[in-house]
């Protein structure tokens, strides 16, 4: 079972790293992270991951996780060579899925047209833009696609994914190897929630990582 994580600059480190975390214990899987170019990759805030292949050198894979970060904005966009391979894998996958505004690169490359999705709270305009109707839900599924909310949605969508690709003990026995047993201590993890001044700190902040 092929799992790859195409990867771009300024991608944020927990939307890849989050589902890898679940998905790298399915039974047979197999984890590629790629990239346009094989090496290193920073994440928005300076960390670096290893794409050791090209995207020319995966021509396919059975579960696509793409994941988001302020450089969705520069990526997903039409001609964009990661935009064009999400397109062409997206063909044959069993599974494409994206977390946070990963959803703008699967929209870039038609994949969500007439489709629900979701994404960061922040940035529903720009998903609606691609033909998505948004859901203000945790993970949404459509057909093969499913789609994450912002950032740490993304281990609740892998748990999902791994219960349906190798049934619920199995995801239950991941959730339980990574003790995933979340327990905030805060009650602001979602816009409904959070106060405005949190709200409009947390848009002021990913406003200046657009830059």
Known sequence: ?????????????????????????????????????????????????????????????????????????????????????????????????????????????GVLEGLRATTHWACVDRLESFGASYSATRVVIEGKVMTAAGVSAGIDMALLLAKLVAGEETAKAIQLGIEYDPQPPFDSGSVAKASSTTVDVVRAVMAARQV
Do not use: K, Q
């Open 1 to 109: 079972m092929r799992i790859v994580f195409p990867l771009f600059e300024r991608f944020t480190a927990l939307d890849a790293i989050g589902p890898y975390e679940v998905l790298s214990r399915l039974p047979g899987a197999e984890i590629v992270f790629a990239a346009v170019m094989p090496g290193p990759v920073r994440t928005d805030v300076g960390l670096a991951l290893v794409a050791d292949l090209g995207l020319g050198d995966v021509d396919g894979c059975d579960i696509l996780v793409v994941p988001g970060g302020p450089g969705t904005e520069s990526v997903a966009v039409e001609g964009n060579p990661l935009v064009e391979w999400v397109r062409s894998v997206h063909e044959h996958s069993t599974w494409t899925t994206s977390v946070c505004t990963g959803s703008e690169v699967l929209g870039a490359a």
